[in-house]
Nanobody, 124 residues
Framework: QVQLVESGGGLVQAGGSLRLSCAAS????????MSWFRQAPGKEREFVAA????????WYDDSVKGRFTISRDQGKNTVYLQMNSLKPEDTAVYYC?????????????????WGQGTQVTVSS
């Protein structure tokens, strides 16, 4: 059974930085894609960033490109989301998610495994 546990959320001022972590366990993740999604109050869950576990290829939503960086440490089975130049509109619950194969990495419906989420609040 795949388990994903996020950490690293918190309250930060606009312009600040946070690093989220997602510890993954329960299987080997070859051919998997690991992703971050977020959900603000009253809004649908949306794609933020994804990384291919094996090849390391990365993809980003346009709203975070140039500010956020996704990475993974295969030895620690952990995925990171470094968030810089944070804006109030980045405020949301951030979720780690995992699926096999990269196809439709941006589609929330494609993901079988989810973490419990971590709150990120950016004050203006």
């Amino acid at each position: 059974q795949v388990q994903l546990v996020e950490s690293g959320g918190g309250l930060v001022q606009a312009g600040g930085s946070l690093r989220l972590s997602c510890a993954a366990s329960g299987r080997t993740f070859n051919n998997y894609v690991m992703s971050w999604f977020r959900q603000a109050p009253g809004k649908e869950r949306e794609f933020v960033a994804a990384i291919s576990w094996s090849g390391g290829g990365t993809w980003y939503d346009d709203s975070v490109k140039g500010r956020f960086t996704i990475s993974r440490d295969q030895g620690k089975n952990t995925v990171y989301l470094q968030m810089n130049s944070l804006k109030p509109e980045d405020t949301a619950v951030y979720y780690c998610a995992s699926k096999i194969y990269v196809r439709r990495y941006y589609d929330v419906k494609e993901y079988a495994y989810w973490g419990q989420g971590t709150q990120v609040t950016v004050s203006s």
